[in-house]
């Protein structure tokens, strides 16, 4: 052999031992770098943790790490929790599938036969996440844990109570069977309907079926709104009534129901609390729920909840909520709160203090000091057939002397109750027979309180629409038309 041919040999040699080492040290663990328990050469078959069918089974137990116990049992409704109850209710879909998926458990693969306790620790199985037992009809059970997450997210290490067998479990069924009691918890607020609404053929929402909503912080009403019933509305018949809803607190005046609706009821019905934050033990002022608004809603089929809305969270992306009765507080970052807690007022009402379809008055008395002006109407043909104290008068100036009582609109509250001046009346009387009656009484040189049928109604307006009355009345007498924009008479 020659020499170049052993030298040759000798370095393909060398190489393979450098090459060998190379790969060696690559393969070992390094001293930082975390690994999965190996599972053990094992004969043992790999099979369910159970096998069992939901009409075996009477209910399950979960037991969390901090000994909380959560019990769902089936009945012939459904799944419902046993063990605990909160007025939020319960995810019945999710209490379904812990349920069944509890009951027969199927394993992905045998991770290691015969654990030793400090390799059962490992996987999570000594000191579980939840320890579930199953309570079969016949009264035995069957018991079995949750261990950790492997560290690949693929699933959960699982195994029988009574058992080192360790068996890995998919991810999904290990979320849901581990999954926290107050993950249950159903967070939504609003009811669902099953009713569908005739005129748009889609199941009512919260929004259209509402019909009381009350705002008050520490005994103070900020405001309290009804609403008419279908019977209520029919039997207005005489009035021009554009709006269902209707004001209490702060003062009695008709509502604005698209104000109400857009500003209250669809703001309401877009709150949707995403998580639990805090329990009712705990310190609620952090919270703000020591002092919170408190919302009261009821809608047409009897339903009422109370929601307690406490201050924002400190990055100030959400508000804390509880309902009336729950022991938890949650956390919502979608809502909208500021024109619910903080409305005005006054925006709500409607623009006008009594609205009265002119076809249904038979006669106006306008009355301004001294002096009552007398307006006779005559709607049974197609035109409008009007006096003023026994003279005739044009339809147009019928039509929008009537508007200008009818355009008294609310400017603001005042809670006072000392008046005594009464400067301006406007009585109406329907074809029917019946009267209303609006007062306005002086509270100085701009302003005027207004009184609806005897009844302070705690608002007032501008002193300048009361005078429009008086004005307009002297523009017939002179014999000269009345604008047909009101507001400059």
Known sequence: MSKNIRYLIIGAVVLLVVVGGILALTLL???NETTEPSPSPSTVETKPITDETAANVSSIELTYADGEVFTIASDVTGYKVKSVNDVLGYD???LTTTFLQAVSLATTELVEAGATNERLGEFGISAPTVKVRLN?????SLDFVIGKKNVTDSGYYAALSNSSDVYLISLGNGVNISRPAT???????MPEYEDINPNTQAA????EKVNSMTLSKEDTVIYEIGKYTADEMASKTEFMVYNSFYMTKPFN?????????KNIAEKVFGWAPSEIVGTADQDLAKYGLDKPYILKLGDENGWSKTILVGGQNEDKSGRYLMVEGSRYVMLDTTGDYSTVLEPDVYYMRSSLVWLIDIKNVSKVEYTYGDITRTQLLDVSTDTTLATLDGKEMSEDNAKRLYQIALSVSIYGGNTENNFTTKDYSVTITSRTGIKRTLDLYYINDRQYQLFLDGENLGVYCNADAAARIRRACEMIDRGESIPFNT???
């Open 136 to 140: 079969r009809v016949d009264g035995s």
């Open 92 to 94: 019945g879909q999710k």
């Open 29 to 31: 663990p390094q001293p």
């Open 204 to 207: 009512y929402t919260f929004p």
């Open 487 to 489: 507001s400059l008479v």
């Open 183 to 189: 993950d249950y918890l159903d967070l939504t607020l």
């Open 253 to 261: 005046a008709e509502c604005n129901d698209s104000v109400v609706q």
